[in-house]
C-alpha cells in the first residue's frame, strides 16, 4: 500500500511540474511576444524622432543658406510634434525594464525552487547518516544548518553571484561573501 501511495505522490509532483513548465512557457512566450511589440514600436518612434532631427537642420540650413548668419529659427512645431515621440519612447521603455523584472523574478523563483529541492535531499541524506550513526549531531547541525542558510539567504548569494558576472568583484571575494552569508 505504501508503495502506491508514493507512486501517487510523486504522479502528482511530476503532474503539478509538468503544469508549471506549461504556465511558465506560456508566460515566457507572450512575453516575448510583448517585447518584441514593444521594441518595434520603439524602432517606428526612433525613425520619427531622427526624421524630426533631420528636418529641424533642414531649417537650419536653409536659413543660413538664405541669411548668412546664426539663425533663429522656428522649431517649435517641429518638437511638439516629437513631444509625444519621447513621452511614449519613455513609457514603452519602463514597460519593457517591468517585463524584463518579471521575467528574471521569475527565474529566480524557479531556481530557489530547485535549490530548496537540492536542499531537501541532502537534508534526507543527513538524516539517514545520522540515524545510522554515521555523523554526530553537531555534525548534523552544521550541515543542515548551512544548507538552510543556502535557501535562507538565496536572494543575497545570487546577488554576489551577478556582480561576479559583471566582473565587479573577484572570485575569491565572492567565496568570501557567500561563505559569509552561509555562516
Do not use: W
Not at 6 to 34: C, F, H, P, Q, R
Not at 92 to 116: F, G, S
Amino acid at each position: 500500500m505504501a508503495f502506491f501511495n508514493n507512486l501517487k505522490n510523486a504522479a502528482n509532483v511530476m503532474g503539478k511540474s509538468a503544469k508549471n513548465v506549461i504556465n511558465t512557457t506560456a508566460t515566457d512566450s507572450k512575453e516575448k511576444s510583448e517585447l518584441s511589440e514593444i521594441k518595434k514600436e520603439l524602432a517606428a518612434i526612433e525613425v520619427d524622432i531622427e526624421n524630426g532631427y533631420t528636418h529641424i537642420g533642414s531649417k537650419y540650413v536653409e536659413y543660413l543658406i538664405a541669411s548668412g548668419e546664426a539663425p533663429c529659427i522656428d522649431i517649435e512645431d517641429t518638437l511638439k510634434s516629437l513631444e509625444p515621440k519621447f513621452e511614449r519612447k519613455e513609457e514603452l521603455n519602463a514597460k519593457m525594464v517591468e517585463i524584463e523584472k518579471r521575467k528574471k523574478d521569475r527565474t529566480l523563483l524557479q531556481e530557489k525552487t530547485i535549490v530548496e529541492g537540492k536542499v531537501k535531499e541532502e537534508i534526507a541524506k543527513l538524516d539517514k547518516a545520522l540515524s545510522m550513526e554515521l555523523i554526530t549531531q553537531e555534525e548534523y547541525d552544521a550541515k543542515a544548518g548551512k544548507l538552510r542558510k543556502r535557501i535562507e539567504n538565496f536572494e543575497a548569494i545570487k546577488k554576489v553571484e551577478q556582480k561576479y558576472d559583471l566582473g565587479i568583484i573577484t572570485a575569491e571575494e565572492k567565496d568570501a561573501e557567500i561563505e559569509l552569508l552561509l555562516s
